[in-house]
């Protein structure tokens, strides 16, 4: 099964722009967040796909109508966070209090429990791996931010390719459901989403896909609203910059709906460890 994924926030909350715009200056651009991911759950409709919607803390706030429309979807809903802040720039205490106050807000908005997270740029490295005991305390089951490749902003390389469960109380467990790369010779290669989905080829994305699940991988597709908005405003922020936030948004909806016409999707619940107790799954 390949899971489908939404990392729900707006165009000028994504990590590239953070040092160009204060997050004190996000109520003061033209929102978007709100009419791209009513687009995305037509989409998903045409092919009655489900999936799940990682939402912002701040997104679920200002927009709580739409949080309601994607359950009534039959879609399942996580937690991104509060304020798009990484999870390597936070102390355990201001981690603890990013993720319990964006389960608290979006609970209060769909009333049904939120069992999982992404983090922000997929920051939970291996230097980061304490975030695993407060996810789990704070009522976390799983989480799904890791990439086991190197990059310059985020990537556990040796965390493997297979979900692994990364804290017990005895009662409850969490787990990390990385994200997709495929084992090529000695190197991971990472594709199915975000500037992987809009800069591979089609042909190559699903190839991939294909060569993981006979390998008897799940896969992960993710993509962000303003992904399939070419009409954004745009951002004042260097030029290489711009440039890898709009590289081949105008083919992104194309190549969701090609990926949705050839595969099975389903929600990241729906994948996660049988062993997994989810006693309160929605």
């Excluded at 409709?45 to 489900?50: D, H, L, T, W």
């Excluded at 000695?186 to 975000?194: Q, R, V, Y």
């Excluded at 910059?241 to 969701?256: L, P, V, W, Y």
């Excluded at 050839?262 to 107790?277: A, E, G, H, N, Q």
């Amino acid at each position: 099964m390949i899971a489908l994924t939404v990392d729900v926030e707006d165009y000028f909350q994504v990590e590239a722009f953070s040092k160009f715009i204060d997050r004190e200056e996000w109520e003061g651009f033209p929102s978007r967040v709100e009419v791209n991911t009513d687009r995305l759950l037509a989409i998903f409709e045409c092919y009655q796909a489900k999936g799940t919607f990682f939402i912002l803390g701040w997104v679920a706030r200002k927009f709580p109508g739409l949080l309601k429309r994607i359950l009534a979807g039959g879609h399942e809903i996580g937690s991104h966070g509060c304020n798009h802040r990484m999870a390597t720039t936070m102390m355990p205490n201001e981690f603890r209090e990013d993720v319990r106050n964006s389960k608290m807000i979006i609970e209060d908005i769909i009333g049904t429990t939120v069992l999982g997270y992404r983090a922000p740029t997929f920051s939970i490295l291996e230097k980061t791996s304490w975030t695993y005991e407060i996810l789990l305390r704070e009522g976390y089951r799983y989480s799904t931010s890791v990439f086991p490749i190197r990059h310059d902003r985020y990537g556990w390389p040796r965390f493997g390719l297979s979900p692994r469960k990364m804290a017990s109380d005895g009662a409850s467990e969490i787990w990390e459901i990385p994200l997709s790369v495929a084992r090529i010779g000695l190197m991971n290669i990472p594709f199915g989403g975000g500037g992987y989905l809009r800069a591979y080829p089609l042909a190559v994305t699903k190839a991939l896909f294909r060569r993981i699940s006979r390998r008897g991988q799940n896969g992960i597709i993710y993509i962000h609203p303003w992904e399939i908005d070419s009409n954004q405003p745009i951002v004042k922020a260097p030029l290489i910059t711009r440039f890898r936030h709009s590289q081949g948004i105008s083919r992104t909806d194309e190549k969701i709906r090609d990926i949705l016409k050839t595969f099975d999707v389903c929600r990241m619940l729906d994948i996660l460890p049988k062993t997994t107790p989810l006693a309160s799954m929605p």
